[in-house]
């Protein structure tokens, strides 16, 4: 089963807004997979989400370090696999502990994290729109944990926001 939201923005202050508005739907375990190119939003999204869940420090993306976790209820471990050479680096960050400790774990170039979780997860796509500022963000819901929960996030993410899916679209 899938389903899937679509919203649009037209400035970092609403993908912000974004981020901020899925973060009130993550609990212990959670994946959110975040797909798109280089300057898309990815970051700009998580420091909403981590803002929103209580975070102070600032958020940037974890390109050096590949990994940094948040003080937040819950914690969010923001991972960026840009870098990845190997898909056993992934593994090697022990997500999994940080998971089952009750985290919740972002993952910016998510799509290279998919043979481990893409599963069950929440994949959220950055598109271009038609300006510089604007994008286009997608969010599908994998896995019934998360098919549960897209249509209360689409109505968190406001009026604008397209539905497909099974779950009734505006
Ligand atoms: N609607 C928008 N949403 C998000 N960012 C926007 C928007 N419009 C313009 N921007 C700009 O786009 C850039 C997004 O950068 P951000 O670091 O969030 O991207 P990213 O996807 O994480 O890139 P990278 O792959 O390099 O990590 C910022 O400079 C931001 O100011
Ligand atoms: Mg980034």
Redesign the pocket.
């Known amino acids: 089963m899938e389903s899937q939201a679509t919203v649009s923005?037209?400035?970092?202050e609403?993908?912000r807004a974004i981020g901020a508005g899925i973060a009130h739907f993550l609990g212990a375990g959670d994946v959110v997979l975040?797909v798109?190119?280089?300057?898309?939003?990815?970051?700009?999204?998580?420091?909403g989400l981590v803002a929103a869940l209580g975070g102070r420090e600032p958020v940037t993306?974890p390109?050096f370090m590949l990994a940094h976790k948040y003080r937040t209820a819950p914690p969010v471990t923001h991972v960026?696999l840009?870098r990845l050479g190997h898909l056993q680096e992934v593994v090697d960050l022990a997500l999994e502990e940080e998971l089952d400790e009750g985290g919740v774990v972002v993952v910016?170039?998510g799509e290279a994290a998919e043979p481990l979780y893409g599963a069950d997860a929440l994949v959220v796509r950055?598109d271009w729109g038609r300006s510089?500022?604007?994008?286009t963000i997608s969010i599908e819901a994998r896995g019934a944990c998360w098919t549960s929960r897209i249509a209360g996030l689409r109505e968190a993410l406001g009026p604008g926001t397209a539905g497909a899916g099974t779950e009734g679209a505006a």
């Open positions: 923005t037209a400035s970092e609403q993908t975040l798109g190119s280089l300057g898309a939003g990815k970051t700009t999204f998580v420091q993306s390109t960026d840009w910016e170039w950055f510089d500022d604007e994008r």
